[in-house]
């Protein structure tokens, strides 16, 4: 028997990285999958890929209207959707606030906390109507731990917040919402910056089990707060690191323990 092949699952940023690690994850396990995605030969491709249980929507978070109708589309073939992802972001700049324009600011800082709310915001009311659900949102360890990128982390600040918020409006409805904070992720995104010349091990340097996590162990994280597994649990932000956001304390008194 297929482990979960009761969920229906929409995950938003689907076509590529995390989202599609929790969409090949999930399929395999019998799922039936929507995918959101404003890339849409990525997308396709993966519905391809995948099987007959997964289905495409073209799709911008930072839009209601497009997700409406991307939503309203997935809806015509897939079972009333009771699991959510919501992966889809931009890619955060890296300059200091005296240099940063405020556009830039806006730009990543909207995508994150509004594109969540708009997809928590459509995703949620269908859940009400059918029952009820989960849905998992897609935080940082930059939420927990500053870093150089601004909006980047104010934005997924900003989720947790809006998570845990919505875990209690919608708790007496059956539809409980998490958030998954990732370190940092070994994404070919990540391997092409190696490729570019950037090093990557000050990263693993400083991290406690010494790499990055993989995609589909952030997708394990998806599967639990999404099954009956986790059936109590709700308003969490579960870090998935490798334990990064932990060295800070040792860094002070020398390197971390071999």
Same mark, same amino acid.
């Given at each position: ?29 019998? #799922? ?8 849409? @030969?990525?997308?396709? *491709? ?7 249980? #997964? ?9 209601? @209207?497009?997700? /409406? ?9 897939? =079972? ?11 890619? =955060? ?51 927990? /731990? =500053? ?8 934005? %997924? ?14 708790? %007496?409805?059956?539809? /409980? ?14 391997? %092409? ?8 091990? =000050?990263?693993? @340097?400083?991290?406690? !089990?010494?790499? !990055? #996590? /993989?995609?589909?162990?952030?997708? @394990? ?8 597994? *986790?059936?109590?649990?709700?308003? *969490? #932000? ?21």
């Amino acid at each position: 028997m297929e482990k979960h092949s009761n969920l229906s699952i929409v995950v938003t940023g689907g076509a590529s990285g995390i989202g599609a690690a929790v969409c090949k994850s999930l399929y395999e396990q019998g #799922a039936v999958i929507g995918i959101i995605d404003i890339d849409v @030969n990525a997308g396709e *491709s993966l519905c391809r890929a995948l099987g007959d249980r #997964a289905f495409f929507s073209a799709g911008d978070v930072g839009s209601e @209207n497009s997700m /409406r109708a991307a939503f309203s589309k997935l809806e015509s073939f897939m =079972p009333p959707v009771n699991g959510c992802v919501t992966s889809a972001g931009v890619m =955060p700049t890296r300059d200091p606030i005296e240099k940063m324009p405020v556009e830039d600011f806006r730009r990543v800082m909207d995508n994150h906390i509004s594109g969540t709310f708009i997809t928590c915001k459509i995703v949620g009311t269908s859940m009400m109507k059918s029952g009820g659900g989960s849905i998992v949102t897609l935080s940082s360890v930059l939420a927990l /731990r =500053p870093g150089p990128v601004l909006g980047y982390g104010a934005g %997924k600040a900003a989720i947790i917040n809006l998570t845990q918020s919505l875990a209690v409006q919608w708790g %007496k409805k059956n539809i /409980r919402v998490n958030a998954i904070c990732p370190g940092w992720v070994d994404t070919p995104f990540i391997r %092409k910056q190696e490729e570019a010349g950037r090093d990557l091990s =000050p990263i693993t @340097n400083m991290t406690p !089990m010494g790499r !990055m #996590a /993989r995609p589909d162990e952030i997708a @394990n994280a998806a599967e639990f707060l999404l099954s009956d597994a *986790s059936s109590a649990v709700t308003g *969490s #932000a579960l870090v998935v690191d490798c334990g990064i956001t932990l060295a800070g304390g040792y860094l002070p008194y020398g390197d971390l323990p071999s």
